[in-house]
Nanobody, 129 residues
Framework: QAHLVESGGGSVQAGGSLRLSCAASGFKISLYCMGWFRQAPGKQREGVAGIFPGGGSPVYADSVKGRFTISHDNAKNTLYLEMSSLQVDDTAIYYC??????????????????????WGPGTQVTVSS
């Protein structure tokens, strides 16, 4: 059974950094699209970054380009999100997700979460000014 668990969230001041981890079990992340999403209070969930750990280029939301980096360790079956230059607007619950509906081919967009069908419980990131 597929299972995702995020960790690494916390509170940080604006300009600071955090590294989120997503440990996967029950499937190999190297076979599927993986993504990070976030949901701020009162807002819809939005895609942050996506990648095919089996060999694809990452994609990022415009709001995080140049500040966030998605990466993976296939041996550890773990996905990461390195966040720097954090802003108050980055405050949200961050979710790791997998598209287990089909084997990935290389491009893993996160413009919609409709294709992602396995989700972690989320980890809170709070950025203060």
């Amino acid at each position: 059974q597929a299972h995702l668990v995020e960790s690494g969230g916390g509170s940080v001041q604006a300009g600071g950094s955090l590294r989120l981890s997503c440990a996967a079990s029950g499937f190999k992340i190297s076979l599927y699209c993986m993504g990070w999403f976030r949901q701020a209070p009162g807002k819809q969930r939005e895609g942050v970054a996506g990648i095919f750990p089996g060999g694809g280029s990452p994609v990022y939301a415009d709001s995080v380009k140049g500040r966030f980096t998605i990466s993976h360790d296939n041996a550890k079956n773990t996905l990461y999100l390195e966040m720097s230059s954090l802003q108050v607007d980055d405050t949200a619950i961050y979710y790791c997700a997998a598209d287990l509906g089909a084997l990935a081919t290389g491009f893993c967009p996160v413009s919609t979460d409709a294709d992602y069908n396995d989700w972690g419980p989320g980890t809170q990131v709070t950025v203060s000014s």
